[in-house]
Structures are given as structure tokens and as C-alpha cells.
């Protein structure tokens, strides 16, 4: 589980802009319910992509895979492995 998350941590370094995902493709892979609890935890902060409210938010894929290690979810969606290691 740890070497999932050192997996996703090296992407992040090596291929930074893979790791950013929009508020709403991170709510529907990791459900709205998790997002909403990991962001007010503090586990997850959300990036604005400029200044104004208009601007989308990302969060870091690292983050988030973290913030599950963190939460007790026993496992890193395959998935995201797989998507990681596409770039």
C-alpha cells in the first residue's frame, strides 16, 4: 500500500501536470462524501487555477491517494495506479 503512494508521489514529481485532477472528476472517482471529509480534515486542499471564483479547483492526486492512506481505506484504487503509470 505504502509503495502505491510512493508510486503516485514520484509520478507527481516526475510528471507534474498529470497529478492535478478537477474538483469534479476527484469527487467522482473518490466519491463527494470522501472529498468533502478529507478537504475539512485538512488531508486535501483544493489548487484554484486563478484568481477568480470562476477559475476551476484541482487537488493533487498524491494528496488524495494519502489522504485514503490516512483515512484507514485499505486499498489504492487500481485505477488510479494504472492512470499514474500511463504518463
Request: hydrophobic share 35%; net charge positive.
Amino acid at each position: 500500500q505504502a509503495v502505491a503512494v510512493g508510486l503516485v508521489e514520484a509520478t507527481r514529481i516526475q510528471q507534474p501536470s498529470t497529478d492535478l485532477i478537477t474538483k469534479s472528476e476527484a469527487c467522482r472517482r473518490y466519491g463527494t462524501r470522501n472529498m468533502t471529509r478529507w478537504e475539512a480534515a485538512g488531508l486535501v486542499k483544493g489548487q484554484r487555477t486563478g484568481p477568480s471564483a470562476n477559475n476551476s479547483v484541482r487537488y493533487s492526486v498524491a494528496e488524495i491517494a494519502r489522504a485514503m492512506m490516512g483515512d484507514g481505506i485499505k486499498t489504492v484504487p487500481e485505477s488510479l495506479i494504472k492512470k499514474m503509470c500511463q504518463h
